[in-house]
């Protein structure tokens, strides 16, 4: 059973669209997590959430919009997109406030072309 | 990331032991991680430290902190083929209660027969 699921694992798509990638965790955690992993594999957060509420917004345009239905889901839309987008997304989740680190999704990559 | 820094590139013979070394800025920070990424793959969390110990060891992993040089390192006995990856550190720092990770670049480690 996959403990953080990611969909799709690859995305292609021209300049100018919009497209979401969907994150599920199965652990029962109350936080998730989006990363962005550059070209030289450079990790940075983007947002948090706990429990359905925004809790991290780090400098990320606002063409990036994250959703969470329930605790559950963290899903990530992103409108007219750049080439600059280009990345592989990751999506992690943890317990509240832990010490034990995130489990991750085994990523997205998304390639504008 | 730019409080975690590591070497970027580590090659080790099969059967030898690697030491993979990074550095924080963060005193404050409580916990400390490395993470496995290998190709393809999301980040899979290794091993972590508490800040107020100074080694802790896990089969063929041991970790080593310096808190007065704000030095940690990772290293792998035994080497194995299967240790190729790249190994990232991170931190998490209290006054960030939500459990953001600051991590490095990366250290690209190559296993060689």
């Known amino acids: 059973d996959t403990a953080v699921s990611q969909t799709p694992k690859y995305l292609v798509t021209q300049m100018g669209n919009d497209k979401s990638i969907k994150c599920e965790q199965n652990?029962?955690?109350?936080?998730m997590y989006w990363y962005k992993q550059d070209s030289k594999k450079f990790l940075k957060i983007m947002f948090s959430?706990?429990?359905?509420?925004?809790?991290i917004n780090e400098t990320v345009p606002n063409r990036f919009s994250p959703k969470s239905p329930d605790k559950a889901h963290l899903n990530l839309h992103i409108n007219s997109l750049e080439l600059g987008d280009s990345a592989v997304y990751f999506c992690a989740s943890s317990p509240p406030k832990s010490s034990y680190g995130y489990t991750f999704g085994s990523g997205t990559r998304l390639t504008v072309v | 990331g730019e409080d975690v820094e590591q070497s970027l590139f580590l090659s080790v013979r099969e059967g030898d032991s690697s030491v993979i070394n990074c550095t924080y800025t963060d005193s404050s920070s409580t916990y400390l991680y490395w993470y496995k990424q290998e190709p393809g793959a999301g980040l899979q969390l290794l091993t972590y430290?508490?800040?107020?110990?100074d080694m802790k060891q896990d089969q063929r992993l041991t970790v080593l902190l310096n808190k007065k040089d704000k030095h940690l390192s990772l290293r792998i006995a035994d080497t194995q083929t299967g240790d190729s990856a790249i190994y990232f550190c991170a931190e998490s720092a209290p006054t960030d209660s939500w459990g953001k990770l600051q991590f490095g670049a990366g250290t690209q480690v190559v296993v060689t027969p």
């Open positions: 430290i508490f800040s107020n110990m």
């Open positions: 959430y706990n429990n359905k509420e925004l809790i």
């Open positions: 652990l029962g955690h109350d936080t």
